[in-house]
């Protein structure tokens, strides 16, 4: 029977060995791998979170002067509208002087 259990002490002690080497193995890999990634992880959120941010503050950018946009091509063509009818009536101008030679104004 002594020589059963110094076996299992033996068996006992290669397992404790073992566990603890596992163990430290373990503990290197959370410390080298996972602390890291979990940091990179929430370092990404943060970004992703300021990033929508940024986006949704361009959108509203864009919409501001998409409408500015809008409102100045409407004055443009209000510009346009009002020198044709300028260049049509300076246009009118001899005929009308002509016409009022004619009638001896």
Do not use: W
């Amino acid at each position: 029977m002594r020589r059963k259990e110094l076996i299992d002490m033996e068996v006992l002690q290669i397992c404790v060995s073992v566990s603890v080497i596992v163990a430290t193995l373990g503990s290197l890999a959370v410390f080298a791998i996972v602390r890291p990634l979990n940091q990179s992880n929430k370092d990404l959120r943060d970004m992703i979170k300021e990033l929508r941010g940024l986006i949704n503050e361009l959108r509203i950018d864009i919409k501001a002067t998409s409408g500015r946009l809008n409102r100045l091509e409407g004055e443009v063509h209000e510009l346009k509208y009002g020198m044709q009818k300028a260049h049509d009536r300076l246009d009118a101008l001899p005929k009308e002087a002509a016409a009022h030679e004619r009638l001896g104004h």
